[in-house]
């Protein structure tokens, strides 16, 4: 006992169960990030399938003049199926620059839908090759078709960032779809939070769609376990050693090695 109360091993106690908590906290904030990212997938997997809903009736409709957004929009409500009728305000279209897609780098296009109401959503229309020619050419962008169309595709929630916007070869380029910046930017109308990913067959959709990537939750459940065995170490590790000092003999300097000559009897 007197070899715990030392305070070389008091220290030694404090820091491993100092060590063990952080571990466990950790752990515990990358079990939250593992059912964060469930429920997204969750949600991915629902908006696979089954008849899209009105957005309108789902998302925060906006409530101010040309140039604002509207409210955030909810979490339980992105990827879900949708559908948007309107009309493409092509002259407003934007190009996303710096996207990946069919192994090489490109674009995504982004053309307003306005509604009959005035109020616009954004849609991604898919992904283009950049121009061979050059970057300093428009790529070849496939014309949004004319007249009142109805958009199928997925909620996606605005990105974050500004526009950063350049004019190349007369289009205008975009680093992030971000509702609020592209709305100040356009100031043609008020602009829904969210944009649409627009699916397969829609009016004006690419050949190549955007398609919704899930989250990689099983990741961040191997860092919960990884973290947490950490910490049952860290005080296995902590008895171990404090074991094996207390069993080992105490030692001083009365002890006597046999066989030495101070070890044999005097004559």
């Known amino acids: 006992m007197r070899t715990v109360l030392t305070a070389r091993w008091l220290g030694l106690f404090v820091v491993a169960l ?17 059912e964060l990212r469930s429920a997204v997938n969750d949600r991915i997997a629902a908006g696979e399938s089954g008849e899209p809903v009105p957005a309108t009736s789902i998302l925060p409709r906006p409530e101010g003049g040309a140039g604002t957004v509207g409210a955030r929009t909810p979490d339980d409500v992105t990827w879900r199926r949708v559908s948007v009728t309107g009309v493409y305000d092509s002259s407003r279209e934007l190009l996303v620059r710096n996207r990946t897609g069919q192994g090489q780098a490109g674009f995504e296009v982004v053309t307003p839908l306005v509604q009959a109401d005035g109020t616009a959503v954004l849609i991604d229309r898919g992904w283009i090759p950049a121009n061979p020619k050059g970057p300093t050419l428009a790529p070849d962008i496939p014309a949004a078709p004319t007249g009142t169309v109805t958009v199928v595709g997925r909620v996606h929630p605005s990105e974050s960032g500004g526009t950063d916007t350049v004019t190349v070869d007369g289009k205008t380029e975009i680093r992030r779809i971000a509702t609020g910046p592209i709305a100040r930017y356009l100031n ?31 990741q961040n459940a191997a860092y919960v376990v990884q973290w947490w065995l950490f910490a049952g170490l860290t005080l296995v590790g ?16 009365s002890d006597r090695v046999a066989g030495s000559p101070e070890a044999a009897p005097v004559p």
């Open 238 to 253: 902590f008895v171990y050693l404090l074991r094996k000092e207390i069993s080992q003999p105490a030692s001083g300097p």
């Open 188 to 218: 043609q109308y008020a602009v829904y939070d969210a944009y649409v990913l627009a699916i397969d067959g829609t009016p004006g959709v690419t050949a190549a769609p955007v398609g919704v990537p899930t989250q990689n939750a099983w």
């Open 18 to 34: 100092a060590l063990a908590a952080i571990m466990v906290f950790l752990g515990r904030w990358q079990l939250d990030r593992y």
